[in-house]
């Protein structure tokens, strides 16, 4: 048998019935959580055996014995420290995941306040989606970088906002990290539009493709802003 502290208690096994994901074979049906064993500090499982296997209890509890002691063959190959393995990546890539996540949730909220005002607009897909830049003057709103210390002024965005942290299955407290204080993040706000300034361009012989000339670009941006946003904008 594997040690009890590897063994999933009835809290874990709910969890794992309620939220699992499924593999399955021609002879084997698998439901596992990955991060069931975050609480304890070390991985757990638990083989259950139903009465569609076998009625007799004696029956079924062999057949579980015999998994675990499959299993236990194995189980130090198994790895149990996850987010030690995640912590090998260095602090500012684990930052940028966050970082991207509250990107997305910013553009979401400012394409449906764009759609939601019935203007016409220019479309420029991306691969989440596509981008709404209007075609007349709107309101510059102060929008929420998402993040566990985010407070909703606005109804409006605080039904946008919430709308889709319910679809990406997020809530605010996500932004804490237990296991990684280090990534967690408060929240901040920024504005739905800013004003490129000094833009200058000119074009000139493309030197890596044949008969077809390059475009040279520059302009200004408040901090915080993302000047592939801008390109877009132009070019898309």
Not at 63 to 68: C, I, Q, S, V, W
Not at 127 to 154: C, D, S, V
Request: hydrophobic share 40%; charged share 30%.
């Amino acid at each position: 048998m594997l040690p009890k502290k590897n063994r999933a208690d009835k809290k874990a096994i709910e969890k794992i019935f309620k939220e699992g994901r499924f593999i399955n074979s021609s002879s084997l049906t698998l439901k596992f959580l990955n991060n069931v064993h975050t609480r304890y500090g070390h991985a757990r499982v638990s083989f259950i055996v139903p009465k569609t296997v076998e009625k007799k209890a004696t029956r079924r509890n062999l057949l579980r014995r015999k998994g675990y002691l499959i299993l236990k063959k194995y189980w130090n190959k198994i790895p149990n420290d996850f987010i030690g393995a995640i912590k090998k990546i260095p602090k500012k890539t684990r930052m940028m995941y966050v970082h991207a996540f509250q990107s997305l949730m910013f553009n979401r909220t400012v394409l449906e306040l764009i759609i939601s005002e019935k203007v016409n607009y220019k479309k420029v897909q991306y691969q989440h989606g596509f981008f709404a830049f209007p075609l007349k003057t709107m309101k510059n709103l102060k929008l929420p970088i998402i993040g566990f210390g985010t407070e909703f002024r606005n109804k409006k965005i605080k039904e946008i906002s919430s709308k889709i942290l319910e679809e990406e299955e997020i809530k605010l407290r996500d932004f804490i990290v237990r296991g990684m204080p280090e990534l967690a993040s408060e929240g901040d706000e920024r504005n739905m539009f800013v004003n490129a300034e000094d833009i200058n361009f000119k074009t000139e012989k493309d030197e890596l493709n044949n008969n077809k000339k390059k475009c040279i670009i520059s302009f200004k941006l408040p901090k915080g802003s993302y000047a592939t946003i801008v390109i877009k904008k132009i070019f898309g």
